[in-house]
């Protein structure tokens, strides 16, 4: 007997990630909340069955790519998906872990979730460090100096020597 394709909805938290699964008979339930880490998403897989027959998604947020992959080393097709262009039913305004993990499952198994696009490893790694840069940039005036090169003045030096040039030209 071929197995049916169960859709995984996943919301996603810094701790704790809620999951719920749609099958392919129309029935949605939840799984619970399992930690965020390797070891339980390893189990997880493991405790649903056949990779070939799984398809999980989660909304992208600030927990950036690590659960994507994790779920394609595992075997798992996954979807990142962009949190605007989900789907919310008018007057649904109580949410939780659970519901907006079934939600992710219901809307997955019916096809109308929107994808982003995931970079590999290397490239976010990339795009970290470049937001760690600015964000050495922007901290404090005392940082400025670790964005000049060793053979250029300070900022002192250039304001010591813009004012020495002033006062001879005075003179």
């Known amino acids: 007997m071929k197995e049916k394709v169960r859709f995984l909805g996943m919301d996603v938290h810094?701790?704790?990630?809620?999951?719920?699964?749609?099958?392919?008979?129309?029935?949605?339930?939840?799984?619970?909340?399992?930690?965020?880490?390797?070891?339980?998403?390893r189990n997880l897989v493991r405790k649903l069955g056949s990779v070939e027959q799984l398809r999980g998604?989660?909304?992208?947020?600030?927990?950036g790519y690590v659960l994507y992959?994790?779920?394609?080393r595992l075997?798992?097709?996954c979807a990142v998906i962009a949190p605007t262009l989900v789907p919310v039913k008018a007057g649904g305004r109580v949410k939780t872990?659970?519901?907006?993990?079934?939600?992710?499952?219901?809307?997955h198994r019916a096809g109308d979730l929107t994808a982003v696009w995931v970079p590999d490893e290397g490239s976010e790694a990339l795009r970290d460090l470049v937001r760690?840069?600015?964000?050495?940039?922007?901290?404090?005036?005392?940082?400025?100096?670790?964005?000049r090169r060793p053979d250029e003045p300070s900022p002192d030096e250039i304001t010591s020597r813009i004012t020495a040039q002033s006062a001879s030209?005075?003179?």
């Open 14 to 41: 810094a701790e704790t990630i809620a999951v719920a699964v749609a099958a392919a008979d129309g029935s949605v339930g939840s799984l619970g909340t399992i930690a965020n880490g390797a070891e339980s998403i």
């Open 57 to 63: 998604c989660y909304e992208a947020g600030p927990t």
């Open 69 to 72: 992959w994790q779920l394609a």
């Open 75 to 77: 075997g798992v097709e």
């Open 97 to 107: 872990d659970r519901r907006d993990a079934e939600r992710l499952a219901r809307c």
């Open 132 to 147: 760690a840069r600015e964000a050495i940039h922007q901290a404090a005036p005392g940082a400025q100096c670790l964005r």
């Open 169 to 171: 030209l005075m003179r």
